[in-house]
């Protein structure tokens, strides 16, 4: 990995981020005066992950979807300790419906970003294939005819497709499906053995999306082959693990927490 591939990603993964901390900062400010600490949190998060995968694109709909939502939530009561704790499993289920809601969001933003991705993707594995041609075979492209130059396009083309179908199995599909799994494993209500299912699904999405990723580098335009892409691809998928790690354990933390204030106070009898 040299100084110039060090750089590219550093300035993909810190472009993104800044972008996603920019649009947080609007649903995170306006849940935290609502007292929506968990909604705060969750719109924050959603808005640094969206601005990881694909900058102000995604970054910026996610944080104006969570806007929209919280500005519609109405700021909660104060609630003696017996009246929250009645209240724990109504709390619980909308907990769970505002999961659902999470899900839904994001599941259409994979899809409707998608296309965009993959196409993104294909230009520039197909340009590096032609770019690659020219430079290894010196061909005056400009006065070549349509015919000489179809096979040489289609090759790009071909090559264009193998990086779109890589990167798109090595980012844009994993980072949504990490999400996915940290909803879910931040939801109380699903079973134990689902939980488990969803740990066992993160290292799976995290070892299948980094061997993609390792092997898409080399049609993007970054010139590294297996075993060097394996670097990269593996410095990525830590940041991200190690990223997603934090979230779930800040969860955990307020979750307990909650559930420590829910706890009515005990009755002295006679």
């Not at 990603?9 to 995170?28: A, D, E, N, S, Y």
């Not at 690659?132 to 061909?139: A, F, N, P």
Request: glycine share 10%; net charge positive.
């Amino acid at each position: 990995m040299n100084a110039r591939q060090i750089v590219f990603w550093t300035r993909i993964l810190l472009g993104g981020f800044v972008v996603g901390v920019l649009c947080g900062l609007l649903p995170l400010i306006i849940a935290l005066k609502k007292q929506r600490r968990g909604f705060a949190l969750t719109s924050f998060v959603g808005c640094i992950v969206s601005g990881l995968i694909l900058g102000l694109i995604l970054a910026g709909p996610v944080s104006i979807i969570f806007t929209v939502i919280i500005l519609c939530l109405n700021k909660p009561e104060e609630q003696n300790p017996i009246s929250r704790f009645a209240e724990r499993n109504s709390s619980m289920a909308k907990r769970s419906t505002a999961s659902i809601v999470l899900v839904i969001i994001f599941g259409v933003l994979a899809v409707v970003t998608l296309p965009g991705f993959f196409w993104h993707c294909y230009l520039a594995g197909a340009g590096h294939a032609i770019s690659e041609i020219l430079q290894s075979q010196t061909l005056p492209w400009d006065s070549m005819t349509a015919a000489q130059r179809a096979p040489y396009q289609a090759h790009a083309k071909a090559e264009g497709f193998k990086c779109a179908m890589l990167m798109t199995f090595g980012q844009h599909i994993p980072g949504y499906l990490f999400v996915f799994i940290t909803i879910g494993l931040l939801t109380r209500s699903i079973s134990h053995g689902f939980r488990v299912f969803l740990r066992f699904a993160f290292f799976a999405v995290w070892i299948l999306g980094m061997v993609f990723l390792a092997f898409g580098t080399g049609y993007c335009g970054q010139a590294l082959q297996l075993p060097e892409s394996l670097g990269p691809a593996l410095i990525i998928y830590l940041a991200v693990a190690t990223f997603f790690g934090i979230v779930i354990g800040i969860g955990k933390l307020i979750q307990r927490r909650n559930t420590k204030k829910a706890e009515p106070p005990l009755v002295a009898t006679g």
